[in-house]
Protein backbone atom coordinates (compact mmCIF):
# COMPACT_ATOMS: atom_id res chain seq x y z
CA UNK A 1 0.00 0.00 0.00
CA UNK A 2 1.58 3.47 -0.96
CA UNK A 3 1.02 6.31 1.51
CA UNK A 4 0.14 9.63 -0.38
CA UNK A 5 0.57 13.01 0.95
CA UNK A 6 -2.26 14.71 0.34
CA UNK A 7 -0.74 18.03 1.48
CA UNK A 8 2.01 18.46 -1.12
CA UNK A 9 5.60 19.19 -0.31
CA UNK A 10 6.29 20.51 3.17
CA UNK A 11 7.77 23.62 1.77
CA UNK A 12 4.37 24.53 0.09
CA UNK A 13 2.81 24.62 3.48
CA UNK A 14 0.95 27.38 3.92
CA UNK A 15 -0.79 29.90 6.96
CA UNK A 16 -4.75 28.84 7.77
CA UNK A 17 -4.89 32.40 8.53
CA UNK A 18 -2.61 34.65 5.81
CA UNK A 19 -1.84 31.99 3.08
CA UNK A 20 1.26 32.79 3.66
CA UNK A 21 4.17 30.20 2.98
CA UNK A 22 5.32 28.61 6.54
CA UNK A 23 8.85 27.95 6.59
CA UNK A 24 10.12 25.63 9.06
CA UNK A 25 13.90 26.05 10.56
CA UNK A 26 16.50 23.95 9.63
CA UNK A 27 18.77 21.95 12.10
CA UNK A 28 20.50 24.88 14.14
CA UNK A 29 18.23 27.48 13.16
CA UNK A 30 15.97 29.42 15.73
CA UNK A 31 12.50 29.70 15.52
CA UNK A 32 11.42 33.34 15.52
CA UNK A 33 7.37 34.08 15.79
CA UNK A 34 5.23 35.80 17.60
CA UNK A 35 3.08 34.94 19.94
CA UNK A 36 1.97 34.70 23.68
CA UNK A 37 3.01 31.91 26.41
CA UNK A 38 0.59 31.97 29.37
CA UNK A 39 1.88 30.28 32.60
CA UNK A 40 -0.93 29.38 34.87
CA UNK A 41 0.57 30.33 38.74
CA UNK A 42 -0.65 26.62 39.52
CA UNK A 43 2.30 25.53 37.29
CA UNK A 44 4.87 27.64 39.13
CA UNK A 45 3.51 26.39 42.37
CA UNK A 46 4.35 22.90 40.98
CA UNK A 47 7.59 23.90 40.31
CA UNK A 48 8.73 25.42 43.28
CA UNK A 49 6.55 22.33 45.52
CA UNK A 50 8.85 20.09 44.10
CA UNK A 51 12.12 21.71 44.36
CA UNK A 52 11.47 22.65 47.71
CA UNK A 53 10.37 18.47 48.16
CA UNK A 54 13.98 17.27 47.20
CA UNK A 55 15.57 19.70 49.87
CA UNK A 56 17.46 17.21 52.38
CA UNK A 57 15.87 18.22 55.61
CA UNK A 58 12.52 18.75 54.74
CA UNK A 59 9.70 16.12 55.75
CA UNK A 60 6.25 17.62 54.26
CA UNK A 61 5.45 20.86 53.19
CA UNK A 62 1.99 22.53 54.56
CA UNK A 63 0.21 23.47 58.01
CA UNK A 64 -1.46 20.74 60.02
CA UNK A 65 -5.01 21.19 57.84
CA UNK A 66 -2.70 20.98 54.35
CA UNK A 67 -1.32 17.90 55.81
CA UNK A 68 -4.26 16.05 56.32
CA UNK A 69 -5.88 16.96 53.30
CA UNK A 70 -2.82 15.92 51.67
CA UNK A 71 -2.51 12.15 53.61
CA UNK A 72 -6.24 12.03 52.26
CA UNK A 73 -5.01 12.59 48.63
CA UNK A 74 -1.90 10.38 48.98
CA UNK A 75 -4.30 7.44 50.19
CA UNK A 76 -6.08 7.47 46.97
CA UNK A 77 -2.89 8.02 45.14
CA UNK A 78 -3.45 11.27 43.95
CA UNK A 79 -0.53 14.25 45.68
CA UNK A 80 -0.45 17.93 45.50
CA UNK A 81 2.74 18.78 44.81
CA UNK A 82 1.86 22.26 45.20
CA UNK A 83 0.71 22.19 49.25
CA UNK A 84 2.37 24.33 51.39
CA UNK A 85 3.21 26.32 48.37
CA UNK A 86 2.09 29.93 47.68
CA UNK A 87 2.95 32.16 44.84
CA UNK A 88 2.02 35.64 43.42
CA UNK A 89 3.14 35.56 39.27
CA UNK A 90 3.83 38.89 37.80
CA UNK A 91 4.69 39.76 34.26
CA UNK A 92 7.95 38.76 34.70
CA UNK A 93 8.58 38.05 38.36
CA UNK A 94 7.22 35.78 40.83
CA UNK A 95 7.41 35.59 44.86
CA UNK A 96 7.28 32.29 46.83
CA UNK A 97 6.37 31.62 50.32
CA UNK A 98 6.98 28.08 51.33
CA UNK A 99 5.59 26.70 54.89
CA UNK A 100 7.42 22.94 55.67
CA UNK A 101 7.77 21.14 58.80
CA UNK A 102 11.68 20.08 59.20
CA UNK A 103 13.46 16.80 59.90
CA UNK A 104 14.76 17.11 63.46
CA UNK A 105 18.25 17.51 63.69
CA UNK A 106 18.56 19.70 60.66
CA UNK A 107 19.99 22.83 61.34
CA UNK A 108 17.15 25.64 59.93
CA UNK A 109 18.78 27.92 58.97
CA UNK A 110 20.32 25.86 56.32
CA UNK A 111 17.14 23.88 55.07
CA UNK A 112 15.83 27.32 54.37
CA UNK A 113 18.41 28.56 52.69
CA UNK A 114 18.42 25.25 50.35
CA UNK A 115 14.81 25.89 49.89
CA UNK A 116 15.76 29.20 48.66
CA UNK A 117 18.01 28.04 45.89
CA UNK A 118 16.44 25.23 45.10
CA UNK A 119 13.17 26.88 44.41
CA UNK A 120 14.76 30.02 42.30
CA UNK A 121 16.83 27.72 40.37
CA UNK A 122 13.98 25.53 39.25
CA UNK A 123 11.48 28.53 38.58
CA UNK A 124 14.35 30.53 37.04
CA UNK A 125 15.32 27.68 34.92
CA UNK A 126 11.70 25.57 34.05
CA UNK A 127 9.63 28.89 34.16
CA UNK A 128 11.80 31.48 32.51
CA UNK A 129 10.73 34.04 35.17
CA UNK A 130 12.99 35.69 37.65
CA UNK A 131 12.32 35.24 41.75
CA UNK A 132 12.38 38.28 43.37
CA UNK A 133 11.64 36.40 47.01
CA UNK A 134 11.02 32.88 48.37
CA UNK A 135 9.64 33.14 52.41
CA UNK A 136 10.36 29.94 54.04
CA UNK A 137 8.06 29.27 57.46
CA UNK A 138 9.15 26.14 59.39
CA UNK A 139 5.94 26.10 61.25
CA UNK A 140 7.12 22.56 63.35
CA UNK A 141 9.78 20.10 63.73
CA UNK A 142 8.98 16.36 62.88
CA UNK A 143 10.62 14.13 65.33
CA UNK A 144 12.17 10.50 64.28
CA UNK A 145 9.81 9.21 67.56
CA UNK A 146 6.26 10.13 65.68
CA UNK A 147 6.51 7.74 63.76
CA UNK A 148 6.87 5.44 66.20
CA UNK A 149 3.96 6.51 68.04
CA UNK A 150 1.77 6.38 65.28
CA UNK A 151 2.37 3.28 63.88
CA UNK A 152 0.01 1.74 66.68
CA UNK A 153 -2.68 4.11 65.46
CA UNK A 154 -2.30 2.75 61.76
CA UNK A 155 -2.55 -0.48 63.52
CA UNK A 156 -5.74 -0.13 65.60
CA UNK A 157 -7.56 1.36 62.41
CA UNK A 158 -7.38 -1.75 60.48
Known sequence: MDLI?????????TSPRS????STPLAGESATGTG???I???VVAKVAGIAAREVSGVHALGGGAARALGAIRE???NTDVSQGISVEVGETQVAVDVTIVAEYPVQLQQVADDIRSSVIRAIEDLVGLEVTEV????IDIHLPSDDADAEPNKAALR
Open 75 to 77: AMN
Open 135 to 138: NVTI
Open 19 to 22: GAPI
Open 40 to 42: NDG
Open 5 to 13: DTNGPASSS
Open 36 to 38: KTI
